[in-house]
């Protein structure tokens, strides 16, 4: 089923402030009347959790899983342990996984991902991770795991959870998870499989953003060093400090009594967590500014454990202490700052220390390699620009993808739309 046609079914027919049209009240909220609200132990065969012992591990063999290889909707296979023949026999009677299984993670802070086991896997688990065996006669193991993943199913494992420091799912807390449950094999693979053609697209556009993400990764290291030129440039380099183009500006702290969450004054930023993925996120407002930064400065963290994170203002704002702002002078800016994140790992090791930070001269006596042409500096920052460009396009799809995903989830799981007559 193609995702605009899914999207399109998403749409419901309800009278507002009434009960919605053919729907009935359940513990799960309102569901079509042919519908049944099940727990999670009546559509399954067996629940259990993993091994209460500690497995004997070693360098290869069977697999032995815990919390930290389920994952939202798959199995992470990439840092896993192994166990040996004759302990995998011994584990497995109580908690050997096979394709059709479906996985939780029950403990720490991931506690409540839901993967299905997929084809040709077979492992046994820690007490990390439980083990549902659906009974495949009632469910299909793909809604089932759906279901698991949506809002009311994740409300449930939510208040389910202990409140210790680190969150614990017990046994007898999912076996009493109360699934919707249509009344067909049919008309739970048909939404298993809408919401699988919608994880396929953005599983595909994730690949393609790494994809992405490595080529440019590769070109910067082949440009900004000039082992690479662009055509018609072949002029000299030089390596420069950083101080001989640039005027650096520190932050300064502003009192809470002149802080508001209300778009009082100017904008303040105070650190790495006002731009938690590569964009500015406004939070805090100061009617008494400090250091103020113009928009295209660097800024760079150089306080705490995200020394040496940086962003580009894209306008003035505030900034606290816990950041300084380069404005570039000599240079092509975007060049910079693209050199900069070049040498994260330079700034990342100047800043370590007992409490990581970076002093004015670590960031000024940085040294880049740089084009003495002007123009070939503004190409190479062109060149760069388009290829971030192109990534946040393909982010932005992907997001915009997981949003339908969500508000199919939301419909489709409840039966305000039916695929199936």
Known sequence: MKLDAIATASRTTSHANHEPVGLVPSEVGYIPKDWGVRELSEISRRITDGDHL??????Q?????SARNVLDGRVDLSDVDYVDNDEYARME??????PGDLLISCSGHGFGRIAVVPPGLECVLVRSAALVKVDHAKVDAQFVQYWLQGRNAQAQIANSASRAAQPNLFLHQIQRIHCAVPPTIGEQRAIAEALSDVDELIGALEKLIAKKRAIKFATMQQLLTGKTRLPGFSGEWETKRLGEGISLSSGHHVLAQFCNATGQGVPYLTGPADFPNGEIVLTKYTTRPGTMCEAGDILVTVKGSGAGTMIVADERYCISRQLMAITVRAWNSRLIFCSLQQNAAELHAASTGLIPGL????ILCQELPLPVDPEEQKQIANVLSDMDAEITALEQRRDKTKAIKQGMMQQLL????????
């Not at 500690?54 to 360098?59: A, D, E, G, S, Y």
């Not at 063999?61 to 899983?65: C, E, K, P, S, V």
């Not at 009677?93 to 096979?98: L, Y």
């Open 61 to 65: 063999g069977n697999y032995l899983l």
């Open 54 to 59: 500690t497995p004997r591990r070693t360098n």
């Open 93 to 98: 009677k109580r908690c050997g996984a096979k």
């Open 414 to 421: 409840t039966g305000k739309t039916r695929l199936v007559p």
């Open 359 to 362: 002093s004015r001269s670590d």
